[in-house]
């Protein structure tokens, strides 16, 4: 016989059951399931909905999966876990953080997430809430896999995050990640950094003459709050070689492997740069036979990058050659090398180049011999005695440029080119900033209208890099961590949710669910919900309490209908009725 223990303390069939399986068919009809596929559990006598309580395996087993919430799905965070044997496994939804990793063996009682209220869940999570703010949908958060936009981080992802102490680059796991919605937002643009963060979003404000960076909300921001931190340090890892890997060569009749080709890790990232900047590869039939070339080609006017890139190829193994152009004012080193080309071509597609991914581990050192190779080919000294880069018409090369720039120290924003000819490609450039910090001028904070989803997750450094519009820059991160406990607003009527909320406007109808969802939510020694909102638009006077419609409730609504053409319940949605179905609920 299956025996499963409870998935948290003290727990209690009678009293800890808020919804069994198959209950409410038609709510669920909306998401085309017959009816609740699951057993929804709350927390008598916990604070607040039971917030942040730990949730516990309920079998031993193994961490199979882990999903964070996404807009417009119902289940939000979740854990899955199989049993030991295989034969069955259990999920928890709805959690605020994660416990755990894919991969992880657990024992039963193990805390393995928090409670929380990803997904569809009532009340509906909103920007009432005193978490510390989210990103707007385009922000984008630099990952261990490169950049990514916050909706669709992957389990095994680790943040880039800042030391506040250290100012030291540090990669971490997520604790926690939100998605919620938000019918406004705090906007800021100028030429170095553009934001677009929820209310009371916590900003990472470096502190004049000082080495501390504190974490402000964005409407407390001062006008001398102006230094947005968009350095660190990154120490990363020194290699002293690399091993080019073996390859598959025939001779004559037979098949052997080549042996892993050892390189000195200075040497080839100096060749790296030259090549990714001004190199090409060729891997073509040619008289019956397939050539393998590696080409870098300079003007011959560059007579000393001429002579760098000869004294870079001759440490290499390569047995690189001149080849005089017979037409064009310049000249190639060529290399037949098949464990070469074969090596450098996995990094060409469509046209486009994309740089090896084990450069961005490197030292801050090592890092820098690359950049300074690939300036030389593709870059431009500025008047200010920055550097600009030219990656061409790889956007996610550019990418690359400005995370290895932030490890070497520096901070280079993305602009994008866009072509003179139909059918011609956008081509983009990467110009570094001189300066450590970014502009944050209180003057220019604009609040704008959004109504959409914002995201953010939990670091346990509380700073992450972000960017928009490829502007890069330090900043803060909401909080969720275990003891937190959100201060929901209080809600007379019980909660309401909608995996895709949207607010009302004036005049809208309110749906007949609604309505139902809320009437049913009242509490007898309550005043009804026609009553509410009629005291709100001001027609109610003195009402006696009652738990369903009263004639009174009924005449006035009619009144008020013949007369302004408007109900407040199941007419029309009038002003202030709008602000408070607004600070609650979603409009469907």
Same mark, same amino acid.
């Given at each position: 016989?299956?025996?499963?223990?409870?998935?948290?303390?003290?727990?209690?069939?009678?009293?800890?059951?808020?919804?069994?399986?198959?209950?409410?068919?038609?709510?669920?009809?909306?998401?085309?399931?017959?009816?609740?596929?699951?057993?929804?559990?709350?927390?008598?006598?916990? $604070?607040?909905?039971?917030?942040?309580?730990?949730?516990?395996?309920?079998?031993?087993?193994?961490?199979?999966?882990?999903?964070?919430?996404?807009?417009?799905?119902?289940?939000?965070?979740?854990?899955?876990?199989?049993?030991?044997?295989?034969?069955?496994?259990?999920?928890?939804?709805?959690?605020?953080?994660?416990?755990?990793?894919?991969?992880?063996?657990?024992?039963?009682?193990?805390?393995?997430?928090?409670?929380?209220?990803? &997904?569809?869940?009532?009340?509906?999570?909103?920007?009432?809430?005193?978490?510390?703010?989210?990103? $707007?949908?385009?922000?984008?958060?630099?990952?261990?896999?490169?950049?990514?936009?916050?909706?669709?981080?992957?389990?095994?992802?680790?943040?880039?995050?800042?030391?506040?102490?250290?100012?030291?680059?540090?990669?971490?796991?997520?604790?926690?990640?939100?998605?919620?919605?938000?019918?406004?937002?705090?906007?800021?643009?100028?030429?170095?950094?553009?934001?677009?963060?929820?209310?009371?979003?916590?900003?990472?404000?470096?502190?004049?003459?000082?080495?501390?960076?504190?974490?402000?909300?964005?409407?407390?921001?001062?006008?001398?709050?102006?230094?947005?931190?968009?350095?660190?340090?990154?120490?990363?890892?020194?290699?002293?070689?690399?091993?080019?890997?073996?390859?598959?060569?025939?001779?004559?009749?037979?098949?052997?492997?080549?042996?892993?080709?050892?390189?000195?890790?200075?040497?080839? %990232?100096?060749?790296?740069?030259?090549?990714?900047?001004?190199?090409?590869?060729?891997?073509?039939?040619?008289? &019956?036979?397939?050539?393998?070339?590696?080409?870098?080609?300079?003007?011959?006017?560059?007579?000393?990058?001429?002579?760098?890139?000869?004294?870079?190829?001759?440490? %290499?193994?390569?047995?690189?050659?001149?080849?005089?152009?017979?037409?064009?004012?310049?000249?190639?080193?060529?290399?037949?090398?098949?464990?070469?080309?074969?090596?450098?071509?996995?990094?060409?597609?469509? $046209?486009?180049?994309?740089?090896?991914?084990?450069?961005?581990?490197?030292?801050?050192?090592?890092?820098?011999?690359?950049?300074?190779?690939?300036?030389?080919?593709?870059?431009?000294?500025?008047?200010? &005695?920055?550097?600009?880069?030219?990656? &061409?018409?790889?956007?996610?090369?550019?990418?690359?440029?400005?995370?290895?720039?932030?490890?070497?120290?520096?901070?280079?924003?993305?602009?994008?080119?866009?072509?003179?000819?139909?059918?011609?490609?956008?081509?983009?450039?990467?110009?570094?900033?001189?300066?450590?910090?970014?502009?944050?001028?209180?003057?220019?904070?604009?609040?704008?209208?959004?109504?959409?989803?914002?995201?953010?997750?939990?670091?346990?450094?509380?700073?992450?890099?972000?960017?928009?519009?490829?502007?890069?820059?330090?900043?803060?991160?909401?909080?969720?961590?275990?003891?937190?406990?959100?201060?929901?607003?209080?809600?007379?009527?019980?909660?309401?949710?909608?995996?895709?909320?949207?607010?009302?406007?004036?005049?809208?109808?309110?749906?007949?669910? %609604?309505?139902?969802?809320?009437?049913?939510?009242?509490?007898?020694?309550?005043?009804?919900?026609?009553?509410?909102?009629?005291?709100?638009?001001?027609?109610?006077?003195?009402?006696?309490?009652?738990?369903?419609?009263?004639?009174?409730?009924?005449?006035?609504?009619?009144?008020?209908?013949?007369?302004?053409?408007?109900?407040?319940?199941?007419?029309?949605?009038?002003?202030?009725?709008?602000?408070?179905?607004?600070?609650?609920?979603?409009?469907?």
């Amino acid at each position: 016989m299956l025996r499963l223990s409870p998935p948290i303390k003290d727990f209690s069939f009678n009293k800890s059951i808020s919804q069994l399986f198959g209950m409410n068919p038609a709510l669920y009809a909306q998401f085309n399931i017959p009816g609740h596929n699951g057993l929804d559990i709350f927390f008598p006598g916990a $604070d607040k909905y039971g917030y942040g309580t730990p949730i516990l395996a309920a079998h031993d087993g193994k961490i199979v999966r882990i999903e964070y919430d996404v807009p417009h799905r119902t289940k939000g965070n979740g854990i899955e876990l199989i049993s030991n044997d295989g034969s069955f496994t259990t999920i928890y939804w709805h959690l605020s953080a994660f416990q755990c990793n894919v991969g992880d063996i657990v024992k039963e009682g193990d805390v393995i997430g928090l409670a929380g209220n990803s &997904g569809f869940v009532r009340p509906i999570p909103t920007l009432t809430e005193p978490h510390n703010g989210c990103y $707007d949908k385009e922000t984008e958060v630099l990952t261990n896999n490169g950049w990514k936009k916050f909706a669709v981080l992957a389990a095994e992802d680790t943040i880039c995050t800042l030391n506040p102490n250290t100012r030291e680059i540090e990669y971490q796991k997520p604790t926690g990640f939100i998605s919620v919605f938000s019918p406004f937002l705090y906007s800021y643009e100028s030429t170095a950094i553009s934001v677009a963060v929820s209310p009371n979003h916590r900003m990472a404000i470096a502190i004049k003459n000082s080495n501390k960076i504190e974490r402000i909300p964005i409407e407390k921001i001062k006008a001398s709050h102006d230094q947005i931190p968009r350095k660190g340090i990154w120490k990363g890892q020194e290699q002293e070689f690399f091993n080019l890997p073996p390859i598959t060569k025939l001779n004559h009749i037979t098949e052997y492997k080549t042996q892993p080709m050892q390189l000195k890790m200075d040497d080839w %990232l100096d060749f790296l740069g030259w090549y990714f900047s001004d190199g090409c590869f060729v891997a073509k039939e040619y008289n &019956g036979q397939k050539r393998f070339q590696i080409f870098i080609t300079q003007g011959y006017v560059n007579s000393e990058k001429i002579k760098e890139i000869q004294n870079c190829v001759n440490k %290499l193994p390569f047995n690189f050659h001149i080849s005089h152009g017979k037409k064009s004012k310049a000249l190639s080193f060529v290399a037949f090398n098949k464990q070469l080309t074969l090596y450098l071509a996995q990094f060409s597609k469509d $046209d486009k180049k994309i740089l090896p991914s084990f450069i961005e581990n490197l030292s801050s050192r090592q890092i820098s011999i690359f950049l300074a190779s690939f300036a030389k080919g593709d870059g431009y000294q500025t008047k200010n &005695g920055g550097m600009d880069y030219y990656p &061409g018409v790889s956007k996610l090369m550019a990418d690359q440029l400005q995370i290895l720039l932030l490890k070497t120290g520096q901070v280079a924003n993305i602009k994008t080119k866009k072509p003179f000819n139909l059918g011609k490609r956008n081509t983009y450039f990467l110009t570094t900033r001189l300066s450590e910090y970014g502009d944050f001028q209180k003057s220019k904070i604009k609040k704008v209208p959004y109504n959409d989803y914002v995201y953010c997750v939990e670091v346990p450094n509380h700073i992450m890099y972000v960017r928009r519009k490829d502007k890069p820059y330090f900043c803060g991160n909401t909080h969720l961590h275990f003891g937190y406990k959100p201060q929901f607003k209080n809600n007379e009527y019980g909660g309401y949710s909608d995996p895709t909320p949207v607010l009302f406007k004036e005049g809208d109808r309110l749906p007949q669910k %609604l309505v139902l969802n809320l009437m049913l939510g009242s509490k007898s020694d309550q005043v009804s919900l026609l009553q509410t909102f009629l005291k709100l638009e001001g027609f109610a006077y003195d009402y006696d309490p009652i738990g369903y419609f009263g004639t009174k409730t009924l005449r006035d609504v009619r009144l008020m209908q013949e007369k302004r053409f408007i109900s407040p319940a199941l007419g029309f949605v009038w002003n202030k009725t709008r602000e408070f179905l607004n600070g609650r609920y979603s409009a469907y």
